[in-house]
């Protein structure tokens, strides 16, 4: 076995249309931010949320890797290491949203701080000083971890020396505990704190949940492609497939799980400072959202990927995967713009416009940085286990 | 150049030390075939006095009514929710860690799997009991279930005591089937070894005819992992469902959405801890040395850690949250349970759960068998007092005129140490008579069961299933 | 018809052969298959992983049994709640609608669960013809072994292909030991 065997010289392309892409949405950014620039703040927060969950996710992916020793991993963890590390490249693109102060958090105006009682009562929190210190240690936090991980991981392409992914397991460690609480705090800040009455001590969870679903979608497609451009079917498994598909599945059962406990604790209780934020949710076209999530992110994929044909079908689990990450938009969208938009869902240009502003910036940084090295952490000491475990499933297929 | 498993010293080894199966049978069938020793003796009759105090207690409250516990206005529920929530929390760690290793294809499972799904169901037993015996009414408890009657009354099903009685039973059963289906290859084993006709004719009717059959383990690994996957989601259920019993509620410092994650996280934990007590005991006094290995008690560390974190980081969002809502009786839930009278029972909590299990950070620790026993029991004290922590929040309610003082009485503590004996009685039996670990799995995951066993190392192991 | 002595005689199960290790068997299978036999098993302590493939078995039908199992167990769940609440009891609780579905979730799951756990081990144990007391195989001393360090290929009479002495030399070619005839 060479080991140029596992130095892959094909290439992911599309770089230069989603860099187009990313051009013409900025313009239209522009265009849209003139119309209205609530719209184009609600749909730009909404849009960058959506891309920096898949990022916050993949770094959550990876270090639970290293964490678990997992070798079932070691060929598609390139591409979960690969979009963390555009985590630096996400605080720049979030300079906007910084930028819109009070037409993003209400609070920000001077008015409501010195008025509304209750935010008053949280100063200690919600102050804008300690809000943009808490915005650059996260951000600051998650560049350190997430390019750690990538160049060490890079850096054992070339040395092999298997004491790298000791040192990444303990590392591992540290950003656990550094991204359950930035992660948390960072949903709590700039997606809760849109509307600053409310609380839920499982906001932060709700998010990450949707975020790791999105991460295992993004993860599956691009490896998809990866296994189409490359051709090496030994690399990217089926078995890869499958057991993804599975942790999708399962994630997706996660999120169900805590979106229905934070809805039934709050519903049964029915404490007016709670429910307002379901009662936000049913108020004209929302509710067609809030009725639409159980059935479309849940129960569909649900019956969808329960099925091993379609997890070990590449395809029909593809489908799936743009099916659930549209799921994951929406919920964002439904999280995020009832506090822009009372009167009903608002779909228009300047959320096409940033959803191709950030996605295209995002994904052509993306294949850029995962072309600029081999696609596989190939000096990975379980590269091996990776290209024979075995999932238990016996089938007919030919590898 | 590539390492292998074998030479990959990231990865350890997840196997018995031994090669042999014949040595991995007699390892494990002969506790249950020779005479029980005297320490064991001794452990069971003692277990029996404890179990007998309980029946005695259980009496005296069936006679004299729910008055002789210490519940009273403000606090209605006393030390007998504390217990129940702590049994089953107990309990769902068991097959928690069962199923959920099992569907990771951790293989190191084999060690634990067998102890901590009988530790489940002798847990769930104790947790069942005082729900079963606080009702006040106990002849007319079977009120709790859709029975129909001539009164055509029937439970509240928007009632979370009333799920809990679904979920409870529904987990007591389902844990009873896990259980039973990964002995019946194993008693099959007990029953070819039996010596004597009683031994031989008892197992043979719980083995129910098992010969090993290729064609029936393939029905059977897949009921077994269809079991496994739907166990998962039970043991989350359950113990979110016994959250809701606080948290659908509007008292402070009870309803609060993150509960029913949480309440997991924290079962899991305590199970993880009470799994690896008993275990080191087992280990030592029946020497299984060679099945138990040092690097799955590490494991075992190291999910306490893990676990740990997360209760902290819930203990930390709900203080975060109740200062955040701005909510004042929230607030003062949080600050009372903090600084109030029970503070120490608070404080107790923190240093068991959040700062004791932080020790798992040192390689050291997670390998000191006396001091990992110590935080073993360090943490279900804790555990037992996150509960007690959450009961007592009742004892300064809205109204600070009946705000008061709850003390346990005799009984509650009585019956609540007797517990402790119908465990143990249980668990005991189960030592002795029963397989102690997985025998068939055990075999199944080392390196010799594997029919490429010896084929050249890079060739993929399931490749030549595969190719057919 | 009257009973003759030659209908009581023990009649031919199959004929066992015992293989050293799970690798040893799992060849001697792939042989077996391949020479066209259907009746036949295999038996060991543990389940060896991709015998299944060896012996060219076909899929499990476990999960239709669990699929069923637990929509049964659902919809029951479920059913029993909206009816109890709709039509037997109709009471309003807490300021709720009289059917609140979100309330209905925890008894809807739980017989879910429930009734799959039963379909699991009363399918499984279907699908295997278990429990049975007797079974020819039992009458072989060597056998016992199996549920220890004994590893087992059992080609049955009642297989067309079987005829003592061939399938007494296949078992023997491929690596079988202690071979016997197992009457039934």
Redesign the interface.
Known sequence: ?SKDNYRLNDKLGGGPIFLGAGVLGAVLCVVSFMQNRKDFFASYLTAFCFFLAISTGSFFFVFVQHLA?S?WSVTIRRVSETVAANLPWMALLFIPVVLGGKDVLPWLDKNMMAND??VH??HG?LNPTFLYIRLAAYFGLWTVFSLYFLRTSRKQDES?D?AL??QM?KVA?GAA?VF??SQ?FFA?DWIMGLDPHW???????YFFAGSVVLQYCFLILTSAALRRKTGRKDIFRTDHFHDAGKLLFGHN?FWT??G????????????P?ETLFFQHRAAGSWKFISLMLPWCHFAIPFLYLMSWHVKRNIVALSVGCVWLATMCYIDLYWLIQPNFHQAGAHFGLSDIASILAIGGFFLFLFIRRLNSANLIPSGD?????C??????V?????? | MILHRDDDPTRRPTLVETGDFHEVTDIITIPAETKPTATWVILLLMSLSLLSVMVGMIGYLFWEGTGVWGVNVPVGWGWAIVNFVWWIGIGHAGTLISAILFLFRQRWRTAINRFSEAMTIFAVMCAGIFPGIHVGRIWVIYFVFPIPNSMGVWPNFRSPLLWDVFAVSTYFTVSVLFWYMGLIPDLATFRDRATTKVRGFILSIFALGWRGSARHWQNYERAYLILAAISTPLVLSVHSIVSFDFAVSKVPGWHTTIFPPYFVAGAVFSGFALVETLLLIARQVFGLHKVVRMHHLDNMNKFMLLTGSLVGYAYGMELFIAWYSGNMYERFAFYNRALGEYWWSYWIMVSCNVIAPQLFWFKKIRFNIPIMFIITILINIGMWFERFVIVITLHADFLPSSWGYYRPTWVDIWTYIGTFGLFGTFFLLFLKYLPQLAIAEVKGVMPEANPHFGDDHHAPAGANAKGH | MEKTISDVKPKVFGVLAQFASPKDVYHAAEKVRDKGYKKWDVHSPFPIHGIDGAMGLGDSRMGWIALFSAMAGCFGGFGLQYWINMFAQPVVIGGKPLNPYPAFVPVTFEPGILFTAFGCLIGMLVLNGLPRWYHALFTSKNFKKFSDDGFFICIEARDPRFSLNETRKLLEDIGGRNIEVVED
């Open positions: 076995m020793r070798a009682a209750l009562m949280k929190y092999k298997p992914t000791t397991g460690a505990a359950a609480l948390t709590f609380f839920s001590t499982m906001f932060g969870v059962v799980y805590i229905f406990s934070q809805f039934f604790l709050i519903w049964y209780a029915n404490m400072e000491p379980r590269l091996a286990d290209l024979t475990y075995d999932n238990g016996i089938t007919n297929e030919q590898h």
